[in-house]
């Protein structure tokens, strides 16, 4: 009985780890072209592929929102364009609340999006939620000066698990700071599959509890 309750088990886990993440692939993509599908809507009614070929094809919204982005980017690299896009920020400037919202978008977007951006300069390691626990960290800025502290601070991002778009801003002394000897990739990786899948040069010496 017990060989028959091991090999089902062994099966079980088996077969597991082959459909999770083809299915949780699956459903992220998925979302992405449902969400992106849904810029179609700009289009006037009569100009829906539904209504001009009599089916809707998935994922045309997401070539949609690629045209979007290429002929946007055409413009505003142009002099009238460029111009426009300047009147443009201007009047965002002077509404309180969007205003705000604009600017902290931008500059996260050129962060990532910028091909010399550094949103995540490096993977580092902190003593964080107490003195002997250690988290996986981001670092966001160079050295700062803050009008609290004498100390040498750098802006840390603390991603959550297993959703690390979430997290903690923590202002960290240099001195305990420790830079990890693996990439982004690696560290998301990490975080996303709580903390089971670890890079190859964090050595796994084996539970020992």
Same mark, same amino acid.
């Given at each position: 009985m017990n060989s028959i309750t091991r090999s089902f088990r062994r099966y079980f886990v088996a077969g597991l780890l082959v459909w999770m993440p083809i299915y949780i692939t699956f459903f992220v993509v998925h979302f992405i072209v449902h969400l992106l599908d849904g810029t179609l809507a700009l289009l006037p009614n009569s100009y829906h592929p539904e209504q001009l070929i009599g089916y809707k094809i998935p994922g045309l919204g997401v070539i949609f929102t690629i045209l979007i982005l290429l002929v946007t980017g055409l413009l505003v690299t142009n002099f009238i364009g460029n111009r426009l896009l300047a009147l443009w920020e201007k009047t965002v400037a002077r509404i309180p609340l969007i205003r705000s919202i604009h600017s902290s978008t931008?500059? @996260?977007?050129?962060?990532? @999006?910028?091909p010399n951006g550094n949103a995540f300069r490096k993977v580092v390691s902190i003593p964080y939620p107490h003195p002997g626990s250690w988290s996986i960290a981001f670092l966001t800025s160079d050295i700062i000066k803050t009008p609290w502290t004498d100390k040498e601070l750098v802006n840390v991002f603390v991603p959550t698990t297993p959703n690390p778009t979430s997290g903690f801003l923590l202002f960290v002394p240099v001195k305990d700071i420790y830079e990890m000897d693996i990439s982004v990739e690696e560290a998301l990786r990490m975080v996303?599959?709580?903390?089971v899948i670890i890079p190859e040069s964090i050595k796994k010496i084996g539970v020992t509890i």
């Open positions: 931008k500059q @996260v977007v050129h962060a990532v @999006v910028q996303i599959s709580l903390g």
